[in-house]
């Protein structure tokens, strides 16, 4: 875990976002302030009882502006920022790594940022989950995008196409370690602070061939 201040690891965060091109920020952003209002509002009243119209008024927004960010109420708990942020990242590692490397400097990186910074809304964010049986359905849907991410930042280290066979089970088996990782912590089995140690394990194990 990273010994930098919240304020320094929200300057990173914040630098990394200005590097996104504007149109992509600007979403980032707005899409963000929604999640903050929808989960303050979840966590204060629950989720089955929020509506999507109680979530558009505490952002000042309509409701036809809630779905156009989000396409269902699920949506505002399994979606995040995060992905074009860890793809930026990716793409700066030193070329010579190999993918899975490059993956676990990014993560070794990334992920003491977004504890300092997001902890409490990814806590509010994996207990609904957790309690909301529709949510942990949709999660699988969820991870659809961090593969497309995912697979287009190996492509380009690799230079494959992203929808190369080797690239997408490449992906597929990382996103496979990363939820191995997710379901531990939210079955008990390890806790927040360990949780970045936890998943550097499962990707070098997944390196490694998974050897049982």
């Known amino acids: 875990m ?3 201040s919240p304020e320094h690891a929200i300057d990173r965060m914040e630098d990394r976002l200005a590097r996104l091109p504007l149109r992509e920020r600007k ?13 303050r509002l979840f966590a204060a009243q629950g989720y089955d009882e929020t509506t999507v119209e109680q979530i558009a008024a505490a952002a000042e927004i309509s409701p036809s ?11 505002v708990v399994i979606t995040d920022e995060y992905d074009p942020i ?15 490397d490059a993956l676990r400097a ?8 977004l504890f300092e910074t997001d902890l409490d809304a990814l806590k509010t964010r994996l207990r609904i989950t957790a309690e909301v049986p529709a949510l ?8 659809r995008a961090t593969f497309t ?26 996103l496979g370690v990363l939820q191995a990782a997710l379901y531990r912590l939210l079955d008990g089995k390890t806790t927040y602070e360990d949780l970045p140690a936890q ?6 194990f997944l390196a490694q061939g998974c050897p049982l």
């Open 2 to 4: 990273s010994t930098s």
């Open 27 to 39: 979403k980032l952003r707005t899409r963000r302030a929604i999640q903050d209002h929808a989960l």
């Open 65 to 75: 502006t809630f779905f156009r960010y989000f396409p269902t109420k699920e949506d």
């Open 86 to 100: 860890m793809a930026e990242a990716i793409r700066e590692q030193p070329a010579e790594l190999p993918p899975i």
């Open 106 to 113: 990014m993560l070794r990186e990334i992920l003491p940022q």
């Open 136 to 143: 942990r359905g949709r999660t699988f849907e969820g991870m």
């Open 149 to 174: 991410v995912l697979s287009e930042a190996f492509a380009e280290r690799t230079g494959r196409a992203p929808d190369d066979p080797d690239v997408e089970a490449f992906s597929w088996a990382v």
């Open 199 to 204: 998943i550097d394990h499962n990707l070098r």
